[in-house]
């Protein structure tokens, strides 16, 4: 088992790590619309899915993985009436493998973020 840590995504903000790699299996940690410096990114939930993706991007490829290695995400939103909006940003991100995946609606995601995503990838 190895822990994945970059400076290219915000630092876990718990007893956590960003990523653990176990044989070519890597499972990210949930990203939050954090940027790398640990400022939450304004706007709504594009703006914010956006910046989770630029996270993933950063876990994924210091864990030698990338989007297209992307065989599962657990998605959890605030509100569904942002599934839609969601979804237009997500399908930019996953476009020639498309992972199985999970949608919920949460009550409070952590530093009042409106989306968040973990993912499981082969490891190259």
């Given at each position: ?102 949608c919920v609606e949460v009550a409070r995601l ?15």
């Open positions: 088992m190895k822990a994945v840590q970059t400076n290219q995504a915000p630092a876990a903000i718990g007893p956590y790590s960003q990523g653990i790699i176990v044989n070519n299996l890597f499972f990210s940690s949930g990203q939050i619309p954090l940027t790398a410096e640990g400022v939450m990114t304004l706007g709504g939930v594009k703006e914010q899915t956006h910046q989770v993706f630029k996270n993933l991007a950063a876990v994924l490829s210091e864990a030698g993985a990338s989007f297209d290695t992307v065989v599962k995400a657990t998605v959890f939103i605030k509100s569904m009436d942002d599934f839609a909006a969601l979804n237009e940003v997500y399908g930019e991100y996953f476009t020639t493998n498309k992972p199985a995946r999970s952590p530093k009042d973020a409106l989306v968040e995503i973990e993912v499981i990838a082969l490891v190259k």
